[in-house]
């Protein structure tokens, strides 16, 4: 893995604090995927998803990470690794609308086709190549939006559109991420349709994506349905 300098590394946190400015975003609203009613005082209100820490025993560790300059592991079937830095690693976060990510991509690895549904999402290329790309709402006509990026390169995702990062190059390649919320959330497109628990009828997706079912039924096995 090619060590990031210095002055890549500046550019890099120069990039997020721009995606921290710019989305002031739409936290504070729904951090969970649902939020069942219940009318019992047994059970307790959480905010964001998370509970409050007592002010009067908040520390300086509580806003703090340490390791993002370290590069993860790509063997696996994607090439790719990303490390999240959200209200769940630093507890600070809660409430504030900001969080990040870095990407280790392997030689023509990839950050697959995915959503973020509470977030646009900032990314700089510290190091490599990549091609980028989102696609847009159906009510826009699904229109596909790409792009080469190069080292010190930056480029926007908008809020919900599904995208993904490829590594076109010979050698790993690093990215970090900005997010305008505490806890963007990910929703992977394959996985999810694909890999359900319980999985969805073979039939409907057979029908949605004009496949036999047999072809299905290999996916669902594939991503672990």
């Known amino acids: 893995m090619t060590k990031i300098n210095s002055v890549n590394f500046v550019l890099a946190l120069v990039a997020l604090a721009m995606a921290t400015y710019i989305a002031c975003a739409y936290d504070p609203g729904p951090l969970q995927d649902f939020c069942v009613a219940i009318d019992d005082p047994k059970h307790v209100l959480f905010v ?21 300059n370290i590069p993860r592991d790509t063997n696996n079937a994607v090439g790719s690794n990303v490390t999240m830095v959200n209200v769940d690693n630093i507890p600070g976060l809660n409430t504030l609308g900001v969080s990040l990510a870095r990407i280790d991509y392997a030689p023509y690895g990839q950050n697959p086709p995915h959503t ?6 900032i990314l700089f290329v510290a190091e490599g190549t990549l091609y980028v ?3 847009s709402s159906n009510q826009d006509g699904n229109r596909l939006f790409t792009k080469i990026l190069h080292k010190g390169d930056v480029y926007v995702f908008p809020i919900g559109m599904i995208h993904f990062q490829f590594n076109i190059g010979k050698y790993p390649a690093v990215a970090f991420v900005g997010f305008g919320s505490q806890f963007a959330g990910t929703i992977t497109i394959a996985d999810t349709v694909f890999g359900s628990h319980p999985p969805i009828n073979p039939e409907v997706l057979a029908k949605a994506f004009m496949l036999d079912k047999d072809v299905v039924e290999k996916l669902q096995k594939k991503f672990g349905a």
């Open 116 to 121: 973020h549904p509470r977030s646009t999402e």
């Open 48 to 68: 964001n998803g998370k509970f409050c820490k007592n002010p009067e025993l908040v520390k300086a560790e509580d806003f703090f990470f340490s390791g993002l």
């Open 133 to 135: 790309g989102f696609v």
